[in-house]
């Protein structure tokens, strides 16, 4: 008889186990099926599409669009009147009504302002260069004029301008426009004919021209208070390369390595640098004995959407509601910090002319997620050096990226960011920052 009892106890232990591992699996089969799912959606975001910045499927309610109604609208602001008027257009009052064919009576007169670009043709200047000859050694002299951007004569004695050079470099690099097309927009909106070739070596010569303020920034950028770092990748002929981008408020200094390792970001940032560095969780900016004089911001706007993913993929409840308290507790600070710069403007924002102290004076090494409360101008999220440094904020034409991406179209790309960058004023750099200062 006990042993009966015995087996049926086995017997329903076993059946108890049998339907919770049969849970367990279903469970299981759920969750691969998700994450089968999402992976297949990333992988085709992942392939070349023709509309990269989709977002997936539009919502079934989306939000009104355009300006909110009441307090919601937001400041009202429009264009200020030009304080220059360089032309005043008289446009008188039709004589007679067109509806009723009755004679009109002027009662008022009204303003409106339009700004315009006007007409632009390219001027061509002729250099008469004076050549003398040394009574000594022989030597032949010439000197040359602050305008001309090359010594060439003869068959390369044709050139274009510094203004010309200075658009084309910026139309290119910055702006994503091809060599070609800018050939095009210098023909038919300036009349200035010129070839690819010619703006590419133009570029290149520039980029020479540059080294010393690249260097330069370099140097300010290492001494700055703040600064965030970021990296993505890059080809040099075809071969894997790194574009590193250190950013502040004032300037972004790119660097393009074979690697994104520690050395890689030493040389970027400086070893012994003592600032606050607002950076992502890469290990090359977190690991041990990393810039040990630096205070360290974790960019919250990675661990929110860590958090987000999570959440997504359905943990158990206990771990849903510790990732639910961590998004709230985060963006709680967020607000905390928002509340300290509307009582004082200025604070989270770092002044220009500061410089950091002498590098002799260590700080102890912090690597917290809330730096950016107690520390003026250090930002919550690292997108500053996201946006001044990623190049897939826009397009690219197949023949622009081959150049950028050949070894002397890196080192050229490289020298032409060497200019100082200011995010435009009133613009986020994301959601998880105040606008900048005007």
């Known amino acids: 008889m006990a042993g009966e009892e015995e087996k049926d106890r086995r017997i329903a232990e076993l059946?108890?186990?049998?339907?919770?591992?049969e849970r367990q699996i279903e469970k299981l089969e759920r969750k691969v099926e998700q994450l089968e799912r999402i992976n297949e959606d990333l992988r085709r975001a992942g392939k070349r599409q023709a509309t990269p910045f989709s977002r997936g499927e539009p919502k079934a309610k989306p939000k009104r669009r355009g300006r909110k109604k009441g307090k919601r609208y937001g400041a009202r602001a429009s264009r200020p009147v030009p304080k220059q008027i360089d032309r005043v257009v008289h446009v008188a009052a039709p004589m007679y009504c067109p509806q009723c064919q009755k004679p009109t009576k002027l009662i008022g007169q009204e303003k409106q302002?339009?700004?315009?670009?006007?007409?632009?043709?390219?001027?061509?200047t002729e250099f008469q260069i004076d050549i003398a000859r040394c009574t000594k050694c022989g030597r032949a002299l010439r000197a040359r004029h602050a305008d001309q951007t090359s010594d060439a004569v003869g068959a390369a004695g044709v050139q274009i301008g510094p203004r010309a050079i200075a658009f084309a470099a910026k139309f290119n690099k910055e702006c994503g426009v091809s060599y070609g097309r800018i050939a095009d927009i210098f023909d038919k909106g300036f009349g200035l004919v010129v070839s690819?070739?010619?703006?590419?070596?133009?570029?290149?010569r520039l980029a020479d021209t540059l080294e010393p303020a690249y260097r330069q920034i370099g140097q300010t950028v290492q001494s700055r208070p703040m600064l965030s770092p970021d990296e993505t990748g890059w080809k040099i002929g075809g071969h894997k390369a790194w574009l590193h981008v250190a950013a502040t408020r004032e300037e972004s200094y790119f660097k393009i390595a074979p690697g994104r390792g520690r050395a890689e970001a030493e040389e970027l940032i400086g070893k012994d640098y003592c600032g606050t560095i607002v950076r992502d969780g890469w290990v090359a900016y977190r690991g041990e004995n990393a810039f040990s004089k630096a205070s360290s911001q974790t960019c919250l706007a990675h661990i929110?959407?860590?958090i987000k993913g999570l959440i997504e993929i359905g943990p158990e409840e206990p771990a849903l509601c510790w990732l639910a308290a961590l998004k709230k507790?985060?963006?709680r600070a967020i607000r905390i910090r928002d509340r300290r710069d509307d009582a004082r403007p200025s604070i989270g924002y770092m002044p220009p002319a500061r410089s950091l102290p002498p590098s002799g004076g260590s700080r102890e090494p912090r690597a917290r997620s809330h730096v950016h409360l107690p520390v003026p101008g250090c930002r919550p999220c690292h997108q500053l050096s996201r946006r001044t440094g990623h190049p897939s904020g826009r397009r690219q034409s197949q023949n622009e990226w081959r150049k950028q991406h050949?070894?002397?179209?890196t080192n050229t790309r490289d020298s032409d960011e060497r200019a100082s960058h200011?995010?435009?004023?009133g613009r986020r750099c994301c959601r998880h920052c105040r606008p900048g200062p005007s």
């Open 15 to 21: 059946e108890r186990q049998l339907a919770e591992r």
């Open 113 to 124: 302002w339009q700004t315009d670009i006007p007409p632009v043709q390219a001027t061509t």
């Open 196 to 204: 690819r070739s010619t703006l590419t070596r133009a570029v290149e």
């Open 304 to 306: 929110l959407r860590r």
């Open 329 to 331: 507790l985060l963006k």
């Open 406 to 409: 050949s070894p002397r179209g």
């Open 422 to 425: 200011r995010p435009k004023a």
